[in-house]
């Protein structure tokens, strides 16, 4: 049976359409008005795109998003699959693991690792100065819960019992069941665990500002401080980056079940 | 394992000082001082009211229409594209925070914004001059409202699937109207889910730090955390951890609620 939409369900896409379009084609006329008297010109993004500091700021990010992304799986991969394999009992530790992040928000990490690393300890300065290790070691973090839930779910469609043990019986090594059997089967997983990493760091603000480091989310602050055209576009540039990465999970999650956009961070 | 190992390192124990230093003066001993001076002190107590009031607001008002929008987008008679543009869109703007989300408001809503100029040029209508601004509590909460009904839509749409065309054709066929179909049906399986979603929209609020900090004019805990962190306000170090000790409260009795909603909710869900 085919019906018309009904009157409500218009009434409430359309309402939801203007509130959630209207402040992103606002910001694109915005950015646009740096023209001077009232003509609209891309300046704005010319200034950006010839602004080293966007490229540099640019580039670290991407560079903490890629680290954290690959500490994490490091750490995960291996994890998740003894849990899957051997230790299910282990489970609810990991779980409570995955949910504290949750209650031990940015604002508080980031006091507490401070605290922790600049005072109970005195961390070497080069842990503490240097954003790939200090910033990447928070992210990390941020990211466990997206990563490990969208791995769990990948260990939760596969046998890796028997996948495991009929490569063993094959004769094959843990290295070679783990890089040609096991890896192979969960790639999707990984991927969109490392999409919504790739959208969490690029995002940051919190940890990053409050830490003095000087990356992507940081550099949109300061550039807003002198030139506000430039940070109405680095904001649609930022936006822009979130859709691919989202884009990027939807694709890698078609074919492989519901895609499972979760939200993530960078409040 | 390594992972418990770096779990360890740079959550557990950073959590572990921030709750240790909540109960310890400068010189390293215990006492209820700290949390003494955050009850007393009008500006934290104010702060903590402000922050579970604008997360209150903006789970209530964002899990209405966030429900509202999901079903609109899966019932019968709307087009089929509808749904996945919403799904993807959601995921988009539930991770679209923070600085940027800021500076789009204020290109939008700001004294030079877009559609502040658009109404006072075209309509006349000078919003500022009427009292709104959007740097103040209903301000950032028309803000926070574009994470948090998104976040709504992703939590909410798989209970909408849950709820079985079946149940719809027994109650019609039984002659019961949409109103009765709702009220004895629908909302019922639903409310679990419902209640679920909104404590997790309250606590993702709550935390909220980046957005707020662009926009000002409003005291949140997390606001004031972060100015004491850069070291401008206040110099005890232990009050800030003392405020941090009191948003972990918070957000913990909110997770366990949520947890027990949440036990009830899974009944219905496949």
Avoid: C
């Avoid at chain 1, 779980?95 to 401070?114: A, D, N, S």
């Avoid at chain 2, 800021?102 to 809503?109: K, M, P, S, V, W």
């Amino acid at each position: 049976m085919r019906t018309r939409i009904s009157f409500s369900a218009v009434t409430w896409l359309l309402i939801g359409g203007v509130y959630f379009l209207v402040p992103l084609v606002a910001t694109m006329l915005f950015s646009l008005q740096s023209g001077s008297n009232s003509s609209y010109s891309l300046s704005a993004y010319g200034t950006v795109i010839h602004d080293r500091t966007f490229w540099k700021t640019l580039q670290l990010s991407v560079e903490l998003a890629l680290e954290t992304i690959a500490i994490s799986l490091v750490l995960l991969v291996p994890t998740a699959y003894w849990v899957h394999l051997k230790l299910p009992r282990v489970r609810p530790y990991i779980e409570f693991m995955t949910i504290l992040p949750f209650v031990v928000p940015p604002i508080i990490l980031v006091v507490g690792l401070l605290k922790f690393y600049n005072g109970t300890i005195h961390a070497p300065l080069w842990f503490l100065e240097k954003p790939h290790y200090f910033l990447t070691s928070a992210y990390v973090i941020l990211a466990f819960p997206y990563v490990y839930r969208s791995l769990d779910a990948g260990f939760r469609a596969i046998d890796i019992h028997t996948l495991t043990e009929a490569s063993q019986s094959l004769g094959a090594s843990w290295r070679t069941t783990m890089g040609r059997v096991i890896l192979p089967n969960i790639r999707t997983a990984a991927l969109g665990g490392a999409f919504l990493t790739l959208a969490i760091v690029m995002g940051e603000f919190t940890i990053a500002s409050l830490s003095a480091f000087f990356t992507f989310p940081t550099y949109i602050q300061q550039v807003n401080a002198e030139k506000v055209y430039e940070a109405a576009a680095l904001s649609l540039v930022s936006f822009g980056i979130t859709w691919a990465a989202m884009l990027g999970l939807l694709f890698v999650g078609r074919g492989s079940g519901r895609n499972r956009t979760q939200p993530a961070g960078g409040r | 394992m390594p992972f418990f190992a770096y779990a360890t390192a740079f959550l557990l124990l950073p959590s572990g000082v921030v709750l240790v230093g909540a109960f310890k003066s400068d010189k390293g001993k215990f006492t209820f001082d700290n949390l003494s001076t955050v009850v007393h002190t009008p500006e934290y107590v104010r702060a903590f009211k402000t922050s579970i009031e604008i997360s209150l607001v903006t789970a209530i008002i964002g899990g209405t229409l966030g429900l509202l929008l999901a079903y609109a987008a899966v019932r019968n008679g709307t087009p089929r594209w509808i749904r996945p543009l919403l799904t993807t869109f959601s995921g988009v703007a539930a991770n679209f925070a923070g600085i940027p989300l800021a500076f789009a408001f204020i290109a939008t809503l700001g004294f030079t914004g877009i559609v502040t100029k658009l109404l006072n040029d075209h309509l006349g209508v000078n919003l500022y001059r009427h009292g709104f601004t959007l740097f103040s509590f209903w301000g950032v909460a028309l803000v926070y409202l574009y994470f948090q009904i998104p976040l709504m839509i992703l939590v909410i749409a798989p209970a909408i699937d849950g709820l079985r065309t079946e149940w719809r054709e027994a109650s019609s066929n039984l002659g019961a109207s949409s109103f009765q179909y709702w009220r004895h049906i629908g909302f019922p399986v639903l409310l679990p889910s419902v209640l679920g979603a909104t404590i997790l929209l309250f606590g993702n609020s709550f935390a909220a730090y980046a957005t707020a900090s662009q926009l000002g004019g409003v005291s949140l805990v997390p606001i004031i955390i972060g100015q004491n962190i850069g070291g401008d306000v206040l110099s005890n170090p232990h009050l800030s951890q003392a405020l941090a000790f009191g948003m972990i409260i918070v957000i913990a009795t909110s997770m366990v609620l949520y947890t027990l909603v949440q036990r009830r909710a899974s009944k219905w869900m496949k």
